[in-house]
């Protein structure tokens, strides 16, 4: 079988669906994925899967966008505006040659930021659509949307079903023109209304919908719709990576250290800010020892500690393979996206999230509702103070270590890639994922 999965985003948003991608061509199919060039690398690692980079620079569009994050702060029209900037610049970059890779495919598999484009390449082509997610998106009443600031208190069952439509309204809103115009340009298809949304990967007519997170941190709500599965997580580990010398000794020079790092989307406008204020965290916390990733420019020494730079009991890195570096830290600091999130469970160690945008405030509530990690630290308003207390609890808490031991242990007991594999061969097999062309489930709620 011939599999083209659309794969948008940073590397947190990547890296899963490589792995999924591997895990589909070891099982003999043929797969290709289309992503950012910078993420060759990833594909190299994944094995067996095709390559199909597209243009632009996903990197340099991330941190444009962080920064206005950090500018807008929570007005949402403005969140609004710069989302359709990205909606835009993605779906008419990704129209051509997204299109060119789908030829001849037997299945297209969507990521997150690929839903309205992979849904309408599917409905012209009139092959099977699978949709794949990392965050729990299909209405419920069991907790609000996932892209939004979670609310400190429950809210009424009702409620949480409405902030998840709110929001896919909203998500489509944004997305609409750019969606549309490679619709027009490229697909001779009619263009979509304005309400409602027309792609609905969750409702109750759709198609197959996979999600990639373990059950054992958000269980499987009961008035989800039968086609919405959640398979574990997708993690593609690097084996071959070498812990670098410094590194290495380093870590052997004293106890676990705690890892710091905010993945491709940074942690503010200003990484010297952020490196300062995590270095006094660490002071105030007891002086504790640790390993600072920079990552896609979230932190930098540039301008921190003067002519004697870092304090000897902390490291600065570029980056390291979570499933190699995390397992061997006492706790992780990070933005709370979802892959780093999905390794430090994994890793059996407690988290300090400090949300930005997006899904990271729902990961950080989940965890602290586990009792894996302390309340999140909302990143533009966090203090060195409030993060040394929180350090401080990561490290001495007994009872949050051995609950972030108990999940990681379930975690590695799972197999989201071989789950995930035999419910789209099956799927596909039985023919119960049906086109869009055919019955157009992915046009109307």
């Known amino acids: 079988m011939r599999i083209t999965v659309l794969a948008p985003g940073s590397r947190g948003d990547v890296q899963p669906f490589a792995a999924l991608g591997g895990a589909l061509a070891r099982a003999g199919h043929e797969i290709r994925i289309v992503a950012d060039r910078g993420f060759a690398p990833l594909m190299r690692l994944a094995g067996g899967v095709e390559h199909v980079p597209v243009s632009g620079d996903i990197r340099s569009l991330l941190q444009a966008e962080r920064k206005l994050v950090f500018e807008q702060g929570r007005n949402p029209v403005a969140l609004a505006r710069s989302f359709f900037k990205v909606g835009r610049d993605l779906a008419l970059r990704w ?19 690929a839903a309205f484009f992979g849904a309408s390449v599917a409905e012209k082509s009139g092959v099977p659509l699978i949709q794949t997610y990392l965050q729990p998106l299909p209405p ?7 892209l939004i600031p979670q609310p400190p208190f429950r809210l009424p069952g009702w409620a949480n079903r409405i902030s998840h439509r709110l929001v896919g309204e909203l998500f489509w809103l944004a997305l609409r023109p750019g969606t549309n115009e490679a619709r027009r340009r490229l697909l001779g298809l009619r263009p979509w209304p304005v309400l409602p949304a027309p792609v609905d990967a969750i409702n109750r007519r759709g198609p197959l919908a996979l999600f990639g997170f373990s059950p054992s941190v958000v269980p499987r709500p009961a008035d989800w719709p039968p086609q919405c599965r959640v398979t574990g997580y997708w993690f593609l580990d690097d084996p071959e990576w070498r812990t670098p010398p410094e590194l290495e000794a380093f870590l052997a020079a004293g106890p676990p250290p ?32 640790a ?5 896609w420019g979230g932190l930098s020494c540039s301008g921190v500690g003067g002519d004697a730079g870092l304090p000897e009991t902390v490291i600065m890195i570029e ?16 933005h709370g996206g979802a892959g780093t ?56 808490d007994t009872a949050m270590r051995v609950r972030a031991a108990q999940l990681g242990k379930a975690i590695r007991a799972e197999d989201g890639l071989k789950v995930a594999v035999a419910l789209i061969e099956d799927m596909i097999g039985t023919g119960a994922v049906r086109s869009p062309r055919r019955a157009r489930e992915v046009q109307v709620r």
């Open 140 to 146: 419920t009443r069991d907790f609000p949307s996932a």
């Open 319 to 334: 980056e390291a393979p979570h499933d190699r570096l995390l397992p061997r830290m006492a706790a992780a600091v990070h």
């Open 341 to 396: 999130t999905a390794a430090a469970l994994r890793a059996g160690i407690p988290s300090i999230v400090l949300p930005v945008l997006g899904d990271q405030s729902f990961w950080g509530a989940r965890l602290a509702a586990l009792g894996a990690a302390p309340p999140p630290l909302p990143r533009r308003r966090v203090t060195a103070e409030a993060l040394a207390a929180s350090l401080r609890r990561v490290t001495t």
């Open 95 to 113: 129209g051509e040659e997204g299109l060119a890779a789908c030829r001849g495919a037997d299945a297209i598999l969507t990521g997150d930021g």
């Open 258 to 289: 705690v890892y710091v790092g905010f993945g491709s989307m940074g942690a503010a406008d200003d990484p010297r800010e952020t490196t300062a204020l995590v270095l006094q965290a660490l002071k105030e916390a007891g002086g504790l020892r």
């Open 291 to 295: 390993v600072l990733a920079a990552g």
